[in-house]
């Protein structure tokens, strides 16, 4: 059912990119993994290395899940908004071409979820 306003929508942005303090937000979920019912939402520098962040802070969010131990990242599929996406982990969030706001999901062939249920 869609949803029409009947008045302009008035008040503040509060997450524009300027209230983060030389942060920006970045959406992170994983594909096929549904026990993480959305993305996680993390406030980085974009200065950050695309690597810190999958190696020092995906791991807070998601490792408490047993496939997490058994990703190959090396054959990890990542999309930016929907599309297929390379990045390179020696780069930074900036080099790597992400924004504030950016959604990035990433997919784990032969990783399924708690016995192949999604979970």
């Keep these: 059912m ?9 008040g503040e942005e509060k997450d524009r990119l300027e209230n983060f303090h030389g942060a920006q937000i970045l959406f992170v979920g994983w594909e096929d993994h549904l026990i993480f019912c959305a993305p996680f939402c ?14 020092g802070v995906l791991p807070g969010a998601f490792s408490y899940h047993p496939d997490w131990a ?3 990242w090396a054959k990890a599929e990542w999309f930016k908004s929907g599309q297929p996406w390379k990045p390179v982990f020696e780069r930074t969030l900036a080099e790597n071409g992400l924004h504030h706001k950016d959604v990035l ?11 192949g249920t999604c979970s």
């Design 2 to 10: 869609s949803v029409i306003a009947i008045k302009p929508y008035v």
């Design 105 to 115: 999901r990433f997919r784990t062939p032969g990783l399924t979820g708690i016995a």
């Design 42 to 55: 993390f406030a980085l520098p974009p200065d950050t290395k695309f690597g810190d962040v999958v190696g």
């Design 70 to 72: 058994k990703i190959d």
